[in-house]
């Protein structure tokens, strides 16, 4: 792979680049819709990646080769614009603003993008693009930008220039992910750790299920979300709630009780989802596995009837990981809406599973649906 790129970079360039970096996409094991709500998550890297080349260029254009899409497009430094929908190149050029507005001093660069994320998956292709760019002008323009603020800054261009209201969980776990561990982060405090996933130890793999379900709706539905949870806080805020973070369900039914309906629901699903995620670094820290398994059900549960961010496609895969014996647990991942789900299986079954779901799927006439048998990888790279 690496090679075939660079020999690609110098076809078009006639130049060997000067940086070769890389980052990777994500499953989130579970906490999900709490970055926002300054709550816990356990996401973790995957192998899959994004790979951005570049060499600096003695003006101010920027040329960038897409590989997955053969296509290439430019842009000047000096005229950022983010009037938006022009697809792929956005995201690089919203690095480019967040890095000019923090005042960075920026060379024009001849570049080229290849991904093997799936694009609209739901693992995050967005969040490892904008990463291996971010890391890859670091290294070029000797910005030394910290981890952390690398991590901040790639969620504002896609904030603030690419336009979704993305949390900060997909691009912190594509900056801070290891081999084989979660990373279990505090999102109001901003503070992580380390989570081992012992998963070859007790034979098991991370099944993603994609579902093959892209539903544009995806990011109107995710925002509204979001206000539906600030509302539901500044409610509990009234009766002296820090944030979800601070709640159990018992208190959220003490102080909750001027939440009516949906905003209840919502608040419950955060509340719960917190209390998952720790119970999960529990688990993790003991290699409980089935308890693990349980609490992903459970996540997904939470999700479909109270946050009711599901579709008919990933609860097939709850209702398959239910009646798979080998099946520890299974729940959508990501913002939901289609996209993707993870379930935890015992690995000779793998086959066996992916069967069963290929069969549902069909006989309910849904999209045929994409596995991947992911590896926990790690965070950004340089490569040498
Ligand atoms: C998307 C967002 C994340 C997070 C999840 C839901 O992946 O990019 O920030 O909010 O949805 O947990």
């Known amino acids: 792979m690496e090679d075939s790129l660079i020999r690609t970079f110098l076809e078009i360039y006639q130049s060997f680049p000067e940086v070769y970096s890389s980052a990777p996409g994500r499953i989130n094991i579970i906490g999900e819709h709490t970055d926002y709500n300054l709550g816990y998550v356990l996401p973790s890297a995957i192998h899959l990646r994004t790979f951005f080349l570049a060499a600096r260029r003695k003006d101010r254009k920027v040329r960038?080769?897409?590989?997955?899409?053969?296509?290439?497009?430019?842009?000047?430094?000096?005229?950022?614009?983010?009037?938006?929908?022009?697809?792929?190149?956005?995201?690089?050029?919203?690095?480019?603003?967040?890095?000019?507005?923090?005042?960075?001093?920026?060379?024009?660069?001849?570049?080229?993008?290849?991904?093997?994320?799936?694009?609209?998956?739901?693992?995050?292709?967005?969040?490892?693009?904008?990463?291996?760019?971010?890391?890859?002008?670091?290294?070029?323009?000797?910005?030394?930008?910290?981890?952390?603020?690398?991590?901040?800054?790639?969620?504002?261009?896609?904030?603030?220039?690419?336009?979704?209201?993305?949390?900060?969980?997909?691009?912190?776990?594509?900056?801070?992910?290891?081999?084989?561990?979660?990373?279990?982060?505090?999102?109001?405090?901003?503070?992580?750790?380390?989570?081992?996933?012992?998963?070859?130890?007790?034979?098991?793999?991370?099944?993603?299920?994609?579902?093959?379900?892209?539903?544009?709706?995806?990011?109107?539905?995710?925002?509204?979300?979001?206000?539906?949870?600030?509302?539901?806080?500044?409610?509990?805020?009234?009766?002296?709630?820090?944030n979800y973070k601070h709640l159990t369900l018992h208190s959220l039914r003490k102080r909750g009780g001027d939440l009516k309906g949906e905003l209840f629901k919502r608040a419950r699903h955060v509340v719960t989802e917190n209390q998952r995620v720790q119970e999960a670094v529990f688990a993790l820290q003991k290699d409980d596995f089935e308890k693990l398994g349980a609490l992903l059900f459970q996540s997904h549960e939470s999700l479909r009837d109270d946050y009711e961010v599901s579709c008919p496609e990933l609860d097939l895969l709850y209702e398959c990981g239910k009646r798979f014996p080998d099946c520890l647990g299974a729940r959508l991942t990501g913002a939901g809406f289609g996209g993707s789900g993870i379930a935890l299986v015992k690995k000779e079954k793998i086959p066996a599973f992916k069967q069963m779901l290929l069969d549902k799927a069909k006989q309910q006439g849904y999209p045929q649906p994409a596995f991947y048998e992911v590896a926990v990888g790690e965070g950004k790279k340089i490569h040498k």
């Open 64 to 242: 960038v080769w897409a590989n997955n899409f053969n296509q290439e497009q430019s842009f000047s430094i000096d005229k950022l614009d983010s009037c938006g929908n022009k697809g792929w190149i956005d995201y690089l050029e919203g690095i480019y603003w967040v890095l000019k507005r923090r005042g960075a001093s920026l060379d024009g660069i001849d570049a080229l993008v290849h991904g093997n994320v799936p694009l609209g998956s739901g693992l995050s292709s967005s969040a490892a693009y904008e990463v291996s760019v971010i890391n890859a002008l670091d290294h070029l323009c000797d910005l030394k930008i910290a981890p952390l603020e690398m991590a901040k800054l790639a969620q504002k261009a896609e904030n603030d220039f690419v336009g979704v209201q993305c949390g900060l969980m997909d691009q912190f776990v594509s900056v801070f992910g290891q081999k084989n561990r979660a990373v279990f982060l505090d999102c109001e405090k901003l503070e992580f750790v380390h989570i081992p996933l012992r998963l070859d130890k007790e034979r098991l793999g991370i099944l993603v299920y994609d579902t093959g379900v892209r539903r544009e709706l995806a990011s109107s539905e995710y925002n509204k979300r979001r206000l539906e949870s600030a509302q539901a806080l500044k409610v509990l805020k009234k009766s002296g709630v820090k």
